[in-house]
């Protein structure tokens, strides 16, 4: 352990953004412009080059709203419906009315959208109801080109710092403490302002492949942005509806239904027949999905081997070179090809993720926490259905905001014995001669959020995991060891995951319906109770404690007509419904 330096620094900023992945940088890069004469500090644990879920690039843009092929107003009615109308609108068409503007200026970065031969926009349909799908033929330099407009900003990037607790004081945002992930040393950061942008909780359950960083979501997200929130006093919404996808059965990619759908494909039974009529991701869908894999029509695949050979090359020329590159590797180490035979499916490991369902800290339309001068974008923020240019979207929304906002304050008092606390918590794995390895107390978490909390959710699981999560937290504050510094960033995520799993079983209980699917499926609460169950439910820490209470849907700002709001409810097809 002599790598680790048991030391401390403290600069100061306007405006900090903790997260170098999408969100993150375009959050610093318009607080930097808003503001040039501001200080705006860009946080990484890893590497802003290369970080963040699009570090190998993108496929397409799921959620674009572009002029000519669906409007604001039609977007957020579509989410709304989507997500059995538990959604603030307001934040849903704020994203929907700047996306296009975002895209825009994406587009000005040397990022190439598919066109047509017009020059327009080749928008797919894939959704209910709009049409919003963007390929994106040179997906895998998005991460370059937006590194490349940081350099122009001259922003301030502190690579391999881990923020691992915020501060408050005064009421209000103070700044936020982190840890070198190569030395150990400790930075504070104190701040006007700080952006969350810190991604999913992406390595909550275990993947079925076995490989614990073989997960859906980009496995450097373990839902650190979702504990700091929480350990903050900021409220998190809806926490009992888990990200869960269909994906390549043990291959941690999705099926990529948006990519392959516009040109033909789709998810069938082991028959062949398409059961769901819309491969639009939620929980619905998911659901049926679920019940299609359970019943003698499983498993599911994705089908392509209907298609031209032509066409399956050209939908593999993007699934086969951006985003997950290894896909290739994949099918030829399984000897399976596009164009003769389907593709075994499954479904991922829980997780949490607004960028693919709704779950995340709660936020208005301007990014804005529960805790003034703290703001949230990304995939853990709680406008549902986020992906990527949600991410560059809102992000770009709460790093405008926040440099307003730094501009009409001082830097707040905090309680300097809140660091002294947190140093000791940070470095005790380190001074310990022996004990429990990180790797090991995270396996044990995940294995026990698969053993008890993926859906159909049963209550005397969940309390039995909240009985077994209370062993392991015993465990790692009593006995977990880290021997150099990256054993030390492992533990520092092992406790973030301990505490996602924590709240996902909480909130899960506190809901006493099932709704969103198969994202909240109680077995005891089977029902859908608008009567009682209409609202957001809002976890938080008061006294020390986890809590969680209601708060009423804002009304609607698009209205949604009654026989609209079942849309979702049916996704089987009538001729499979009839069997």
């Keep these: 352990m002599d790598d680790i330096l048991d030391n401390q620094t403290e600069v100061s900023c306007d405006v900090l953004v903790i997260g170098g992945g999408t969100a993150g940088p375009m959050a610093a890069l318009k607080a930097k412009l808003a503001n040039p004469k501001s200080t705006v500090i860009l946080l990484e644990k890893a590497n802003v080059k290369r970080s963040g879920a699009i570090s190998m690039g993108m496929d397409g843009l799921n959620n674009a709203v572009v002029p000519g092929y669906a409007t604001p107003e039609q977007y957020t009615k579509e989410i709304t419906i989507a997500n059995d109308g538990i959604v603030d609108q307001k934040p849903v068409l704020k994203y929907a009315q700047t996306c296009y503007s975002i895209i825009e200026e994406l587009d000005s970065y040397g990022i190439r959208f598919q066109k047509t031969a017009n020059g327009d926009f080749a928008v797919k349909k894939v959704h209910h109801i709009g049409t919003y799908v963007l390929p994106m033929p040179n997906g895998e330099t998005v991460k370059k080109a937006l590194y490349r407009q940081l350099r122009r900003a001259r922003l301030l990037i502190s690579n391999r710092f881990m923020a691992t607790r915020l501060l408050v004081g005064d009421g209000r945002i103070a700044g936020a403490i982190a840890v070198n992930t190569r030395s150990g040393e400790l930075l504070v950061v104190r701040a006007k302002a700080v952006v969350l942008c810190m991604g999913a909780a992406g390595r909550l359950g275990l993947p079925t492949s076995g490989y614990m960083f073989g997960t859906y979501e980009n496995a450097a997200n373990s839902g650190d942005g979702y504990a700091m929130a929480y350990h903050a006093g900021a409220a998190l919404a809806n926490l009992e509806c888990f990200q869960i996808n269909p994906l390549i ?65 050209e939908i593999e020329d993007i699934l086969h070179r951006v985003e997950r590159p290894s896909r290739s590797a994949f099918h030829a180490g399984r000897h399976t090809d596009y164009r003769r035979q389907m593709i075994e499916m499954h479904i991922s490991e829980i997780g949490f993720c607004s960028g693919h369902s709704a779950s995340g800290v709660f936020v208005d339309e301007y990014a804005r926490t529960t805790i003034p001068g703290l703001y949230a974008a990304g995939d853990m923020a709680s406008v549902p259905h986020n992906y990527m240019l949600g991410a560059f979207t809102n992000g770009s929304v709460a ?35 022996d004990g429990i390895p990180p790797n090991q107390i995270e396996y044990k978490t995940r294995r026990l959020v698969n053993d008890y909390l993926q859906p159909p959710k049963v209550a005397r699981k969940y309390e039995l995991a909240q009985q077994r999560f209370a062993e392991v937290r015993e465990d790692m504050e009593r006995t977990m060891i880290a021997r150099n510094a990256h054993e030390l960033l492992r533990a520092l995520e092992a406790s973030s995951i301990l505490d996602c799993a924590d709240m996902a079983a909480h909130a899960s209980l506190y809901r006493a319906e099932s709704r969103w699917g198969l994202y909240h499926l109680r077995t005891d609460f089977p029902e859908k109770n608008d009567n009682d169950w209409f609202c957001h439910t809002l976890l938080s820490k008061r006294a020390g404690r986890m809590t969680s209470e209601k708060r009423a849907i804002a009304p609607y700002v698009v209205p949604i007509a009654d026989d609209e709001k079942k849309l979702y409810d049916k996704q089987r097809v009538g001729a499979r419904a009839a069997v």
Aim: with cysteine.
């Design 249 to 313: 059965k043990d291959y941690n990619g999705p099926a990529c239904a948006y990519v392959a759908g516009p040109f033909g494909a789709y998810t069938a039974n082991n028959k062949g027949q398409r059961f769901i009529e819309c491969d639009y991701w939620s929980g619905q869908m998911m659901l049926e999905f679920y019940n299609e894999l359970q019943s003698g029509n499983g498993p599911v695949f994705l089908k392509l081997d209907h298609l031209h050979a032509d066409t399956v090359g």
């Design 399 to 433: 790093g405008k905001d926040a440099a307003e906002f730094a501009s009409g304050y001082e830097l707040a008092a905090f309680d300097r014995g809140d660091v002294e606390r947190e140093r000791e918590r940070v470095l005790a794995p380190t001074r310990r001669d």
